[in-house]
């Protein structure tokens, strides 16, 4: 099996090196068995990042860096990543020297032993401080509510995947931290296993409480719009279907009350139930078009790049 390893950084200088080191030598000690690649993105630093990153030497493994002019957010990185990828499977950490590159050996052999499709890391012994462990607590029971996801640790960047599983997926936000659970509504094969993971020692932490709130998005934005059974032009359609027929039957029994108890329209809230309805399953068929056709224009938005490549 051949790996494509994806490592986003942000403002990350003082990991860097350290990191590269780590993972080099990881991978060297996995073996002749396998093919990597390295692929390392710079998302819009504002330090000395992308200094750290040229400097880099060449070592046994292809290494590619991508430049992001401005921050997009860590899931537009690694969608730059995926789509620079040339393996079939894609292995994915954080640049925060949190997630230990020693793991990726064990993700690896219980992924082919195993034979799945992704196999993501339970930080099970986190060594974060409580304002990061509670919400990412609360944010997987979330998930796990929502959604068919049975993972514990749905925020976990060290996972080993399969590159097909992304096709026509476009990550944004901080939707790569839902992938295990939007693969999960389609019954893709996933398991997990647990990985250490260490103190952050240069650098912050770039999540917070506001986790749980994009989390919550994220899931509803998964339950509508990327579930193959449901599309979402149906699902606005029959939330529209459903307001026009209200608003039918409001019509014709004010007709009724109209024609056979001579009551006046003004008499009742009919008229405004009738009108209010239909404007509503206006509005759903309305939004049920266009999130068709945005859906159109993000499955094809990765064919455009929109950053910088250096091969080395």
């Not at 080099?24 to 068995?33: D, P, R, Y």
């Not at 430049?67 to 994915?92: D, R, T, V, W």
């Not at 039957?249 to 009108?275: D, G, Q, R």
Request: charged share 25%.
């Amino acid at each position: 099996m051949n790996f494509s390893v994806i490592v986003p950084f942000y403002n990350e200088e003082k990991n860097i090196n350290t990191l590269h080191k780590e993972l080099t030598l990881s991978l060297k000690k996995i073996g002749k068995k396998h093919k990597f690649e390295l692929i390392y993105i710079d998302d819009g630093s504002q330090d000395k990042t992308c200094k750290e990153l040229l400097k880099l030497k060449k070592n046994i493994f292809p290494l590619k860096i991508i430049f992001h002019k401005e921050n997009k957010s860590q899931s537009k990185a690694i969608q730059s990543g995926i789509n620079e990828s040339i393996y079939e499977n894609l292995i994915f950490l954080d640049g925060d020297l949190q997630n230990d590159p020693k793991d990726i050996g064990l993700l690896i052999n219980y992924y082919i032993k195993k034979k799945l499709d992704m196999v993501i890391g339970w930080r099970k012994k986190r060594k974060d401080n409580i304002f990061r462990v509670i919400p990412s607590l609360i944010a997987n029971k979330i998930v796990n509510l929502l959604t068919k996801s049975k993972i514990h640790d749905n925020g976990c960047a060290l996972k080993i995947l399969k590159k097909k599983l992304m096709t026509n997926m476009n990550l944004w936000g901080d939707f790569h931290r839902l992938i295990g659970a939007r693969f999960a509504e389609q019954g893709a094969n996933i398991d997990e296993i647990i990985v250490s993971h260490r103190k952050r020692s240069n650098g912050k932490s770039k999540y917070g409480l506001s986790r749980i709130f994009n989390v919550i998005i994220d899931v509803i934005f998964i339950k509508l719009f990327y579930n193959k059974k449901r599309k979402s032009l149906y699902v606005f359609g029959n939330f529209g279907l459903i307001s026009f027929f209200i608003s039918l039957v409001s019509m014709t029994y004010m007709l009724y009350l109209k024609i056979f108890e001579a009551k006046s329209f003004i008499t009742t809230p009919l008229p405004l139930l009738t009108s209010v309805t239909f404007l509503i399953g206006l509005i759903f068929l309305s939004i049920g078009t266009i999130t068709n056709l945005l859906e159109n224009i993000s499955n094809q938005s990765n064919i455009k790049k929109e950053y910088s490549i250096i091969r080395k």
